[in-house]
Structures are given as structure tokens and as C-alpha cells.
């Protein structure tokens, strides 16, 4: 079993939809949790780094981290064709230099 | 600032051929991350440098596998023979002392390497 599921999508939105995206992990020892942006042909971006449960937002990002039911989602209100890209979530165990452990991503594509 | 570095973007090679995979972290980044995406999976820890030395490697497949950090600046990764199932996206990250607590891994662009 995958320490990390995510759906691969691809999700197809229209311009300005708001959009969730969602990984579950089987692990309650993961404390830290990010979600990633990669686009084609480039490396991972961080996007948003949240700890322990709640919620964080970012502009049009808002990261919500659920350890009771070990889920964690990314929203993006107002999705623009930018936003196109694969989503990865990414999670430690605690603080410091370690290596992430990711869900496969998610393919979002933003049609004008 | 330059970002993480790695060359050659794609290598084409055939089974039991030799290649190295080369990552320039950002200048003053200590820790040094390589990782590997194979088709259809997600992207998985290989190892961990911090400065030349290594700090974990719980993620190297086998021992076909060799990296190497001489100086504590670059790294290569050597595969040594390449088998088929090798063929994926090597990406390589690197990450400086975190000031509040919280580590930020900047990655580079991946080498696509696809075994024949």
C-alpha cells in the first residue's frame, strides 16, 4: 500500500472555477505537508507548506490539512489557465532535512 | 541566484550501458536530495548528501546505483549497468539551514533517462 494516494486526474475545469485538490495518507506519524506545482518539463515548486491541522492560505490558495481523517486538500479560487499544471502533495515526518515523501500528482488543466 | 542545475536533460542509452547524472545544488546549499519518477508513479527518495557526506540512502535501489558528492559542491549519480526498469525522471533538489524550522528542497528540471 502507497504511504501517500493521490488521483492522477487529469481534472478539467473551466477559467475561474474554484478548484480542490486531495491526498490521503495512511502514515499519522506525518506532521508537515506541502503541495508542489510542477509544470511540464520542470522540476517540483513548492506551493504551500502547512503544519499539524488547519488551514493556510495563500492568494488564491488555501491549504487544509486534516489529521483526524489523515486528508489534506489544496483550493484554488479563481483558476486561471496559468494554474495548469501537475499538483504533487508531499509530506515528512517532522522538521529538518529529510527527504518528502509524495502522492503521484495530480493533472489539472484550466480552459480558458 | 542560479537554481538547481542537473545535465543532461534526456540520455538515451542501452541495457547495460553506463551513465552519469550530474546536479549543481544552489550555491550554499548543503543538503543535496536525489530522487526518481518512474512512469506512472510517483516521484521516490533515492538519497540524501549533506555536504559530501550521506546522510541517507535508505532509497537507492540496489547497488547498481552510485553517487558521489566530492567537494560537497555537485553530485553525479552513476547507474552501472543500466537495466529497463531504470528508465524515469531523475530529479535532483538542494536546501540550505532553515531559518524558521522549515526546510524548502528547490529541485531542478530532472534528467529524463530512458534505457533501451
Known amino acids: 500500500q502507497k504511504e501517500v494516494e493521490q488521483d492522477p486526474g487529469p481534472l478539467s475545469v473551466p477559467e475561474g472555477a474554484i478548484v480542490s485538490l486531495n491526498c490521503t495518507y495512511s502514515?499519522?506519524?506525518?506532521?508537515?505537508f506541502m503541495w508542489y506545482r510542477q509544470y511540464s518539463r520542470k522540476g517540483p515548486e513548492l506551493l504551500m507548506y502547512t503544519y499539524s491541522s488547519g488551514n493556510k492560505e495563500d492568494g488564491r490558495f488555501t491549504a487544509q490539512v486534516d489529521k483526524s481523517s489523515k486528508y489534506i486538500s489544496l483550493f484554488i479560487r479563481d483558476s486561471q489557465p496559468s494554474d495548469s499544471a501537475t499538483y504533487l502533495c508531499a509530506m515528512i515526518r517532522h522538521s529538518g532535512f529529510q527527504k518528502l515523501v509524495f502522492g503521484t500528482g495530480t493533472r489539472l488543466l484550466v480552459s480558458p | 541566484e542560479a537554481g538547481v542545475t542537473q545535465f543532461p536533460s534526456h540520455s538515451v542509452i542501452e541495457k547495460g550501458q553506463t551513465v552519469t547524472l550530474r546536479c549543481d545544488p544552489i550555491?550554499?546549499?548543503?543538503?543535496l536530495y536525489w530522487y526518481r519518477r518512474v512512469m506512472g508513479k510517483e516521484i521516490k527518495f533515492l538519497l540524501h548528501f549533506v555536504k559530501e557526506s550521506k546522510q541517507d540512502e535508505s532509497g537507492m535501489p540496489n547497488n547498481r546505483f552510485l553517487a558521489e558528492r566530492t567537494g560537497g559542491t555537485y553530485s553525479t549519480l552513476k547507474v552501472q549497468p543500466a537495466e529497463l526498469e531504470d528508465s524515469g525522471v531523475y530529479f535532483c533538489a538542494s536546501s540550505n539551514t532553515p531559518g524558521q524550522g522549515r526546510e524548502t528542497q528547490y529541485f531542478g528540471p530532472g534528467t529524463r533517462l530512458l534505457v533501451l
Open positions: 502514515n499519522s506519524a506525518f506532521q508537515y
Open positions: 550555491s550554499g546549499h548543503d543538503n
